[in-house]
T-cell receptor, first 112, second 111 residues
């Protein structure tokens, strides 16, 4: 069974440029999470989806970050414009039921 | 406020030298406590879920235990391939399905 798939794995952009990350969760997993992980830190929640509905986006900086999950499957996280402080790893995770999270490999963003 | 604290931040062990990692938590009702392993450049990989005090889970050289205030990840006779960052997360029973992660313990096992 395929795991959570994220792309791109690495992205280097200039500040003020836009960037988008894509996530395909495990088949059948209705809940999808986007996390941000800084070096030496644990993952921090950005947004959680139940099917296509964003049910927890309180930590998402809505002035520059946006996310969507059309048809309740794939999801895209966008940053526009990117700032130096956005350099981090963006992790996508999915879950079935109430149990553990399954993470993708992450998308590492470097903003110059 | 829900909080997870992991210690130590980093740990160096000789191959075969057993030790324990700690995860202390403060949460308004525990739905579950999760242990993950994270290798450099990879996403966290699920290891164990613990639901109630007294529960224990084992996998190869790893054993996780849970009390009402903390969890331990015991590593018996570690090997260099056990080197990784170990993350602990708790899920509160407040109904939001929010997972709160600690900052992890970076384990290095020397041959």
């Amino acid at each position: 069974e395929a795991g959570v798939v994220q792309s791109p794995r690495y992205k280097i952009i200039e500040k003020k440029q836009p960037v988008a990350f894509w996530c395909n969760p495990i088949s059948g997993h209705n809940t999808l999470y986007w996390y941000l992980q800084n070096l030496g830190q644990g993952p921090e929640l950005l947004i959680r989806y139940e099917n296509e509905e964003a049910v927890d986006d309180s930590q998402l900086p809505k002035d520059r970050f946006s996310a969507e999950r059309l048809k309740g499957v794939d999801s895209t996280l966008k940053i526009q414009p990117a700032e130096l402080g956005d350099s981090a790893v963006y992790l996508c995770a999915s879950r079935e039921g109430t149990g553990e999270l399954f993470f993708g490999e992450g998308s590492r963003l470097t903003v110059l | 406020e829900d909080q997870v604290t992991q210690s130590p931040e980093a740990l160096r062990l000789q191959e075969g030298e057993s030790s324990s990692l700690n995860c202390s938590y403060t949460v308004s009702g525990l739905r579950g406590l999760f242990w993950y392993r994270q290798d450099p450049g990879k996403g966290p990989e699920f290891l164990f879920t613990l639901y109630s005090a007294g529960e224990e889970k084992e996998k190869e050289r790893l054993k996780a235990t849970l009390t009402k205030k903390e969890s331990f990840l015991h590593i018996t006779a570690p090997k260099p391939e056990d080197s990784a960052t170990y993350l602990c997360a708790v899920q509160a029973s407040s109904g939001t399905y929010k997972y709160i992660f600690g900052t992890g313990t970076r384990l290095k096992v020397l041959a």
